[in-house]
């Protein structure tokens, strides 16, 4: 097979990321940012546009990350993607200062000064898009600057998993460089479909009085909140702690709250429990960093702990504990740490976030993120909408009338009123039910959207008729025949997997098809509810044997066949 042959099925939301991102750059004259949760496979989407723009297109694409590790990562993927793409690199880190290729791969540290000598580009995609700051003369503000003056048609794509930053809130703006959200993928929705791992939290039984934690700029000020999380008595119990809830783990991320902190950990894991346990920091070398990583990726370490490194980059899949041995006021890190977990890996079924640092409480389920608003400061604690069971210290939203670990039962006065739906626990917001409902009838029609022009794409509206007890109700889903993209592309599927006839052309024709029999009995469908979403979604359908070919159908006139 020939290297323009090389084929990477990319998952379908990843497809509908780079659909949404070319819509937005074809029709907006701004800049685009996808949120894509940790662990989702953003890597793969950048390198999708790369091949793209350079090959179908005549493009030149840059692609900035601000660590060595996104860096090699999307390198990886472009050399599978797009193998006959000519790419270079940019970075001190990894010793290359390529300029003259059709994609350019460079750390933002080692380019913010050199957009002149890089050339112009047409795309420039950020990785970790949460770190341009808002204003200022920051080392991306400055470089996206002097490549507007380079090339002023130049378009800026952001990826991250945090559109929001510290202080500033929401990091599309009209006026900032990233504009406006395309499209966004939730937690929720890559867990149920098997993308990621499930998350369960428990809080440490021996706890800081963060308030007496100073705080400066939105964030706890570092070297008071390692004081204080660096107690000797909390220290030993933490570990003990950590010891006893990973008795089973494979692989223990641990996040201190300073070098000295981070050393004393290591320190008390090796003398109290003999366990060996690596550390990262700054001031790690390049080699001991790169060795140490390679041990805990190859399970010769089953403890890391990391001081400010590992919260970004990281990919490392059978991490199924991660400690929080640090507090933090951003909603951001907090992400960004929890997130290490997501990662799917055979044999682990859950990642257990084990927090000492209130993080939880503090801001909430990692999929409902509870943000403030910066201008009114961030005030006290405790905002998040799940609570800590005071038996098992294993967390749970604040709805649930009994621990799902324990079985604890909560008083009546102690469940919320806001999210009685709620289901999963932990660091998931919670109502999520999956049922499959059988099929009673099934009914075919034309759809417009509301106000739309006579000439806009309609869709095929398919309704299922179900029981829930003794009523009634039907379902429906949209196959979008007439639009172009990925949205055709599922309806061919859709189609493909029910029928043995050509793809119809549109949505009347597929109705005519299906309502003579040309499509196969939907037996059930599977359900999703969300208490967080309006509507309930069509996940799944179980389906029948397809019909005969439409020559073949008795009583069906072939002139009427619309293909």
Known sequence: MGAEEVIVELRPYQLECIEAIYGWLGTHDSN??????????????????????VSRWGGRVLVVAHVKELLEQTCDKLSVICPGVDYGVYSAGLGRRDTEHSVIVAGIQSIHKKACDLGPFD???VDEAHLIPMSGDGMYRQFLADAKVVNPSVRVIGLTATPYRTGDGPICTDAGILNHVCYEVGVHDLIAGGYLCDLVSKVGERKADFAKILRRGGEFVPHDAERIMD???LVRAACQEIVESTAAASGVLIFCSGVQHAEHVVQELATAHSISCG????????LERATTLERFRRRELKYLANVNVLTTGLDVHHIDCVVLLRPTLSPGLYYQMVGRGFRLSPGKDRCLILDFGGNVLRHGPVDAIITRDPKKGLE?????????????????PVACLSCSQCGHEFPAAAIAKHDAESGTEGVLSGGVTVTEHQVYRCSYSVHSKKGSPPDAP????????????????????????EHEGFAREKAVKWWRDRSPDPVPRNAGDAVDIA?????AETISITVRTVASERFPRITKCKIGGKPDPVETRPDFDLSEVPF
């Open 380 to 396: 006290g604690d405790g905002a998040g909408a799940v609570k800590e069971c005071p038996a098992c210290r294993y967390v749970v």
């Open 515 to 519: 309502e003579n029999g040309g499509v």
């Open 123 to 125: 795309l420039i995609i």
């Open 231 to 233: 107690d000797a008595e």
């Open 458 to 481: 309609r869709t095929l509206r398919v309704d299922y008729e179900i029981r829930t007890g003794v009523l009634k109700e039907w379902l429906s889903e949209w196959v979008c025949f």
């Open 32 to 53: 685009p940012c996808a949120v894509i949760p940790t662990g989702g496979g953003k890597t793969p989407i950048m390198a999708t546009i790369c091949r793209d723009a």
């Open 279 to 286: 550390l990262i920091t700054g001031d790690t070398t390049g």
